[in-house]
C-alpha cells in the first residue's frame, strides 16, 4: 500500500479536458473563466457577489481592507486557525486579541469571544473572524447576533467549510453571507476544491465587492468594462496584483461540478471512521453539533489524552509515519507563535486542543483498506500505549 497522505487534491478527465481547452484560448488571465467562476461560484454559495483571487490569504486581505479596517482598530481572531487572518490583519496594523476555543472542536464559541471582549477589557472592536475549523459550520447565528450587538464586521474565514451548510432543511450554504459580512475560501489542493492555488471572495453588499474589486488590481478603475479598446482607467486606491488566472479559473469551473460528490466521498469517510472509533470512548471525535448542520468534512480530527498514554505527539506522528500514515496538526494556537505570544492571557482551550487533536487522513478517494488500516493502526498504538502503562 502507498503511504496515505493526510489530504489530497481529486483531478479527472474533465478537469484536465477543461485546463487543455483553457490553455489554446486567447485568454490566460482576466477573461471568461473568471466571470464564469465567479458566477458559478455565487450560485452555489448563494451570496450575491464572488470575486476569485489569488489564493485564500488575499482574499482575506482584501476582506480585511473592504471593510476598513486600518492601524490600531482592534479585532478578534481565533486562537486556533492557520496563520493566515492574524497575519493579514498585523499587516495592516490592526490589534489583534485572540479568543480562546472550545478544547473537542477547536473552535472560537459565542462564550469564548465574549470572554475574550471581557478579560481584554475591550471597548470596541472593527470586527471579529470565525473559521468553521475541519468544516464544521458552528454558531454562525449566534455569532451573527453577536455582531449586530456589537456593531462590527463579521468575516468568515471559510477555508475549510467549501460545500458546509448552516442549515439543511433550509438550504443555507456556507458563504451565502446571510450571517457574515464577508467569506472568504481557499482552493489549495487540500481543500473541498482545488485550483492548485486560488481563494474566492464573497459577499451581499455592493460596496464591499466594488472595493474588493479594486483592491485585486492595483486600484484600477475602468468605467466602461464592456466597451472594445477601453483604455482610460484611474487608480482609486492602493492596491495588489490578487488576481486569480483563467488556467486556475478553468480548472475551478470544472471541479465546482464535482463538489457535490466530494462532499459526499468525505462524509462517507467521515462516517466509516466514526464507526470504527465508536467502541473506544478514549477517542473523542469531531461531529456535526446537530442534525440541521452539515460539514463539509475537510479535517478528520480526533482527540484523545497523549500525556495519559506517556507518549509525544511527535512520538506517534512519527509511528503512524513508518506505518505509512500521515497526520497533521491544525494547528499550534496563534497565541503561543513568537510572533503573537505578547498575549496576557492564557487560553486553556486552546492549549487543550493542541495537545490532545491530531488531523487523519480524509479526502474523497480515501479507499475503505486505507480507512481501516488508518483507523486500526491508531487504535492499535493507543491500546498499546494504555497497557504499557497499567
Ligand atoms: C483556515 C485557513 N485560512 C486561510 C488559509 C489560506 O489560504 P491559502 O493557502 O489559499 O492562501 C488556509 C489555507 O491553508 C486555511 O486553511
Known sequence: ?????????????SDIKSVSKCLTSNFLTTGPEIIK?????SKYTGSKYALACSNGTAALHIAFLSIGLKKNDNVILPAINFIAAAN???LIGAKIFFADVDEISGQMTPKTLLECLKKNKIKKIKAFCTMHHGGMPNNAREFYKIKKKLKC??????????????????????????YADISTFSFHPV????TGEGGMLVTNKKNLIERARLLRNHGMYKKNLKQKNNWFYQIKSIGFNYRMNEIQASLGISQLKKLNKFIKQRNYVAIKYKSLFKMYDFINQLSESN?????AWHLFIINFNFKSLKISKDEFIQKLHKKK????????????????????FKLTGARKYFENSLSIPIYPNLKINEINKVANSIIKLIIKYKKKNH
Open 1 to 13: 500500500m502507498n503511504y496515505i497522505r493526510y489530504g489530497s487534491q481529486t483531478i479527472d478527465k
Open 325 to 344: 500514515i500521515g497526520v497533521q496538526v491544525h494547528y499550534i494556537p496563534n497565541n503561543i507563535q513568537p510572533l503573537y505570544s505578547k498575549n496576557k
Open 88 to 90: 493579514m490583519s498585523n
Open 191 to 194: 481543500k473541498s476544491i482545488t
Open 37 to 41: 467562476f465567479e458566477k458559478n461560484f
Open 291 to 295: 442534525n440541521d448542520l452539515k460539514s
Open 153 to 178: 464586521y463579521l468575516i468568515e474565514d471559510s477555508c475549510h467549510a467549501l460545500g458546509g451548510m448552516y442549515s439543511k432543511k433550509k438550504k443555507e450554504y456556507v458563504g451565502n453571507c446571510k
